[in-house]
């Protein structure tokens, strides 16, 4: 069964603290994305990593760091979250040999107080 | 700079109609052009897909339209169902999916 978890689903933080979203998936895929949704914006590609190790920035990655030492795992830190974090964060994989077909999580909605 | 629009942002109509969506891109370089649907507090789906050598590309209900010339595309939905009701992306790809900002698509019965 094809599947991308994410944890946890829900998170309340205060403006400052540090923040861990967790990824994962079970189809061997190369190839992690974060993103993020806000309403009226789609989604924004954060970070993408094309392997263990091999990760580059995306669209709007100030502010986020990543973390991919296991090719099932891909973790999102946000160093001192800010108010303007509030958002769903969305992680997707896809195989390198159909990189156009992403299959995404559930979503954690994170607000920073 | 905004590499896929879409238009409208919101749409609804009656069960049974055809519902247009309309999207346009920037980069002529994208070479593969996914719509994903999503329903309230899910996640986005693959809901259909077409490549550029296409321009017309047909699952059940759902249709896109292609214009590489004019760099434009819409999803057409016919019979529509409340089912249907959902916010639509288009999106683009040349190694990075860029996504439009959505539809919201409603079906009144």
């Known amino acids: 069964d094809m599947k991308v978890t994410q944890m946890p689903r829900y998170l309340i933080k205060r403006m400052g603290e540090n923040v861990l979203l967790e990824c994962g998936q079970d189809?061997?895929?190369?190839?992690m994305y974060w993103y993020r949704q806000d309403p009226g914006l789609g989604l924004q590609l954060i970070y993408i990593s094309y392997d263990v190790d091999s990760n580059s920035e995306g669209d709007i990655p100030k502010g986020y760091r990543v973390s991919r030492k296991k090719r099932e795992h891909f973790s999102l830190i946000l160093d001192s979250a800010k108010t303007n974090q509030t958002s769903v964060y969305f992680c997707?994989?896809?195989?390198?040999?159909?990189?156009?077909?992403?299959?995404f999580g559930p979503g954690t909605r994170l607000l920073v107080l | 700079q905004q590499q896929v629009r879409q238009s409208p942002q919101s749409l609804t109509v009656w069960e049974g109609e055809t519902a247009i969506l309309n999207c346009s891109y920037e980069?002529?370089?994208?070479?593969?052009f996914p719509w994903y649907w999503q329903f309230p507090r899910e996640s986005p789906a693959l809901l259909i897909a077409i490549r550029p050598v296409s321009n017309k590309k047909e699952d059940g209900r759902f249709t896109i339209f292609f214009n590489k010339r004019e760099k434009k595309l819409s999803l057409h939905i016919t019979d529509s169902q409340p089912g249907d009701s959902a916010t639509y992306f288009c999106?683009?790809?040349?190694?990075?999916?860029?996504f439009g900002s959505g539809t919201k698509l409603t079906v009144e019965p």
């Open positions: 189809m061997s895929h190369e190839t």
């Open positions: 997707a994989s896809s195989s390198h040999f159909n990189q156009d077909t992403q299959y």
């Open positions: 980069d002529s370089t994208f070479d593969y």
């Open positions: 999106a683009a790809i040349f190694s990075v999916l860029y």
